[in-house]
């Protein structure tokens, strides 16, 4: 892609992307999220859960680490149909990912869209290895450079930090 004199420089750090086109989360170099520039009413820094449904993840997890469990009972008491307990087992296993992965706290972005008669959102996460300091740099330079309205949550008990505008 050419840069032209007007275009500003992307701003890349850990997963996130963000430029004048709008705000990407990239893994491998694919994007895997894309919240468009039009679209963006405004984007909040959170810590916790980036799971859209933490509930309904869990509940499939838990009923997937089931299958596993009985994939384990059946393997102990007998090798008979051996394919299939170790297919539940290997079921099992991706519901414990799951779960894993609905308990894990990280920083993320929670992007508003202001598009449709209802506002929607997406959420950009970080990696675990993103430090929040780092993280507050590069949402100073998307104000500035981008002007995108980004505020962060606060840790527990503080007031919200609404940067200058």
Do not use: W
Request: positive net charge; hydrophobic residues 40%; contains cysteine.
């Amino acid at each position: 892609m050419n840069q032209t004199a007007e275009e500003k420089p992307a701003l890349k750090y850990d997963h996130l992307l963000i430029s004048s086109r709008g705000m990407f989360e990239l893994h491998d170099g694919k994007i895997i999220v894309f919240a468009p520039a039009a679209e963006i009413h405004r984007a909040t820094l959170r810590f916790g859960r980036p799971d859209h449904r933490p509930l309904v993840s869990l509940v499939i997890g838990v009923a997937l680490s089931l299958v596993g469990l009985g994939g384990v009972i059946g393997l102990i008491s007998g090798l008979r149909g051996l394919r299939y307990k170790l297919g539940m087992i290997v079921v099992g296993a991706i519901g414990g990912s799951i779960i894993f992965d609905t308990l894990k706290q990280r920083y993320f972005l929670e992007v508003e869209k202001s598009t449709g008669p209802a506002p929607d959102h997406c959420r950009l996460v970080f990696s675990r290895r993103a430090q929040l300091k780092e993280i507050q740099a590069v949402c100073a330079q998307a104000r500035l450079i981008y002007k995108y309205q980004i505020d962060s949550d606060p840790p527990p008990g503080e007031a919200p930090v609404h940067p200058p505008r």
